[in-house]
């Protein structure tokens, strides 16, 4: 039902599998897959579902963190940024590689798992290796508000 034609059954689905929790790695790479789902609501059920599956879901959320498409690199991120550090933490690298992207959507949304993980330093600094003086401030903003 992963892939119905209708979201709204995709979506179910996706709520149905979130509700094992665990239980459902079996179907972490399917459910993976709706990351890249046209529906908005599909996308945030996936974010949500992968997030309670802790370990199991980094692999696919950071292989999706150079998708061609910038929704798919924020649901990604979301991800990441749902599952507790201990799991994501040893990706802040491709974390902060989003700083990089050409989308501010998803630079914004790197910062805030950056934050979830305690490395905004981390961010501030990628930020200015980059000699993004703009993006080093509205990181700093960031962190000033937490």
């Not at 959320?61 to 150079?66: C, D, I, P, W």
């Not at 981390?122 to 509205?138: D, R």
């Amino acid at each position: 039902r992963l892939t119905d034609y209708d979201s709204d059954v995709r979506r179910a689905s996706l709520v149905a599998l979130g509700e094992l929790g665990v239980q459902a790695v079996v179907h972490a790479g399917s459910i993976a897959e709706r990351l890249e789902d046209d529906d908005e609501t599909v996308r945030e059920a996936a974010v949500q579902t992968l997030g309670n599956m802790e370990a199991h879901a980094v692999p696919h959320a950071v292989a999706r963190l150079e998708h061609d498409e910038a929704n798919v690199r924020i649901a990604a991120l979301q991800v990441l940024g749902a599952l507790s550090s201990e799991h994501a933490a040893t990706h802040v690298d491709a974390i902060a590689a989003r700083l990089r992207d050409d989308e501010e959507e998803v630079k914004l949304a790197a910062v805030v798992v950056l934050m979830s993980l305690g490395a905004l330093p981390a961010a501030q600094n990628a930020a200015l290796s980059e000699y993004n003086a703009e993006f080093a401030a509205l990181i700093w903003d960031f962190g000033m508000g937490f």
